[in-house]
């Protein structure tokens, strides 16, 4: 009987335009490790047309690579809510993030509602009112209020 042997394939990828060799399949734990990347950083992982850039989890996830796929971190971006420093690695918040964010514990109850007003956003969204189902763009230093109310 033959033995069959299993080689662990190499492929070339880029991580912040930086070249590296990883076994494919990978971990995201991994790549994470590979490219020493520190825990205040996310690691995408570029992605061409419509499509949004997927966020490389920092688990034993296995992540399928495949020849020169380009990879980016990036930096949580601070952000104010409700008068307290917050930081996401998100571009775009929704309307029930910004919540989670304003409350570690939101006051829900059935006649409970939310008011959430932002300024120092990005041109596409300098200021305004988010709704609920909607989401806004984030910018760096950008200042949320949210608010609750009870109508009883």
Do not use: C, W
């Not at 990828?13 to 070249?19: A, Q, S």
């Amino acid at each position: 009987m033959k033995d069959i042997e299993v080689t662990k394939q190499k492929t070339r990828i880029h991580i912040d335009r930086e070249e590296f060799e990883s076994k494919n399949p990978t971990t995201g734990k991994a790549l994470y490790k590979l490219a020493d990347i520190p825990d205040n950083r996310e690691l995408f992982k570029s992605v061409t047309g419509d499509s949004e850039d997927f966020l490389i989890s920092r688990d034993d996830h296995e992540v399928v690579l495949h020849e020169d796929d380009h990879f980016y971190t990036q930096k949580e971006v601070p952000i104010i809510v409700n008068g307290k420093r917050k930081e996401t690695v998100q571009y775009d918040l929704s309307f029930d993030e910004l919540v989670k964010l304003a409350f570690e514990n939101p006051p829900y109850g059935p006649n409970t509602l939310f008011t959430i007003t932002y300024r120092n956003g990005p041109k596409k969204n300098p200021e305004g009112t988010l709704t609920a189902g909607h989401s806004v763009r984030i910018k760096k230093g950008m200042v949320f209020n949210v608010t609750a109310t009870d109508k009883s």
